[in-house]
Each structure stands twice: as C-alpha cells, then as structure tokens.
DNA sequence: GGCTGATCATAA
DNA sequence: TTATGATCAGCC
C-alpha cells in the first residue's frame, strides 16, 4: 500500500478503521507477536494506514502530518495526555512559530482508541491548533523554554504549563542525557519530553463532538 | 480520579 | 544510544 497522498485520502482510510477492533488489525498488521506493549497500537495504526515507518521527522512528511492515536474511556475523555516531542537540545531559545513542538502540532490526525471490552478504533479526525490555542501554546513554550534554559532540566517539573507540561521520558529514571544547561554549559540530565494535558487533549476531541458522549449541560 | 514522575518495546 | 510509539504506577 502507497502513502496517502492528500488529507482526503489519509482521512478516508483513517475513516475506514473506524470500527475496527485491534486484534483484527493485528491479524493483517502486526509486526511482532509482543502484542499489547506500549507503543504497540500507534505503530499498528500507522501500518493499517499505509504509512511508511521512518526514524525522525513527521509521520507522513509529504503533507506535514502527525498521526496520534488516543486512548478513549467509556465516557468519551482520554484516559492519557499525548507525547509530542523530546525537549531538544537546542532550539530552546527559539520563539514558539519556530519551536519543535509547533511544527509536530501544526498539523495532527487523532485516531480515538476506544476500550469497550476490546480496543477499537474510533473516528478519527484532522486538527490543527485554533488561534486561541496557538497563543496559549506559544505562552506556554516561552515560559517552559525558559525554565528549562535558566533553572535546568532537573528542576522543570510537569506542573508549569497550561496546555503544554514537561515530563520525564527515559528508560527509567537513572537514565542521563546530555543537556545543554545555563550559559550553554553541558550537563547531565533526565531526558524530559513535551506532553500535551490530558484537559486539553479532552477539549481537542470535544470540540469535534466524534470522540464519544459528550459531557456539556 | 487526576496528575506527575517512571517505565516499556522497538527501530534505526 | 536516541527517537518514536505511548501506558503504567502510585502519590495526593
């Protein structure tokens, strides 16, 4: 199967998952016979879609897009926040248009996972910050940008940030990175990543009204 | 129950 | 070893 060269035709094939349970997908897609490991549904996704594996970069570079699948309870909310990109080791003085983390935003295919019994994928939707979020998004990029240049990564916890938090993403938590501290200074570090909240992932999919009963008075 | 910090598997 | 794919564990 080719990639999908257009939205259209990436949304289509998405759209055409919709239903699916996983162990189906796992009987035509999966790779390996370790089912159920953590990443083992985004990358069985990204296979049911037609879309190439690559090492870094977005999921499908031709259009720009990022594929996340989100894992959905019973009621319709995420049960996760979402990965969204390591903190880099440079960069960090950029301003948020030019950030790591807006490029891997700009443009995202949400793929609900649901748990009703079994895993089955939902209906999927194309997203792209609103005005609103980018400027809150920007705020928060400066202000964790910032911290994570004057303070170190060691000591920027997942509390700062209204949209947009850092946490650890290692191994385990003796694994050192080389950072880049205060004054450029090399260092030893967690390695840390950015993480869209998981209120935030919940209002993403409330306000495509796709993702499940939604929960407004 | 939600959130933060910790952790797991795999590919390149 | 790093990056990508995330979910788990347990404190508050």
Request: proline share 6%.
């Amino acid at each position: 199967m080719l990639e999908p060269t257009s939205e259209r035709e990436l949304l289509s094939r998405a759209h055409g998952l919709a239903g699916r349970t996983i162990d189906e997908l796992s009987l035509t897609h999966a790779r390996t016979s370790r089912a159920g490991h953590k990443g083992f549904v985004g990358s069985l996704v990204e296979r049911a879609l037609g879309l190439v594996q690559r090492g870094a970069g977005p999921d499908l570079p031709s259009l720009g897009i990022e594929l996340k699948t989100i894992p959905i309870a019973t009621d319709g909310r995420p049960r996760e926040s979402t990965f969204v990109c390591m903190v880099p080791r440079d960069g960090l003085d950029h301003g948020w248009s030019e950030s790591a983390p807006r490029s891997k935003l700009a443009r995202v295919l949400f793929v609900p996972v649901e748990r009703d019994g079994q895993r089955r994928v939902g209906m999927a939707f194309l997203w792209s910050p609103s005005e609103g979020d980018e400027a809150t998004l920007a705020s928060d990029w400066t202000e964790l940008a910032g911290l994570l240049r004057t303070h170190g990564h060691e000591h920027v916890s997942a509390h700062h940030g209204q949209l947009m938090q850092v946490r650890p993403k290692a191994r385990n938590a003796a694994s050192r990175w080389r950072a880049t501290g205060d004054d450029d200074a090399p260092m030893l570090a967690l390695p840390r990543a950015f993480y869209l909240r998981r209120r935030f992932v919940a209002s993403i999919l409330s306000r495509t009204g796709m993702a499940g009963p939604r929960v407004e008075t």
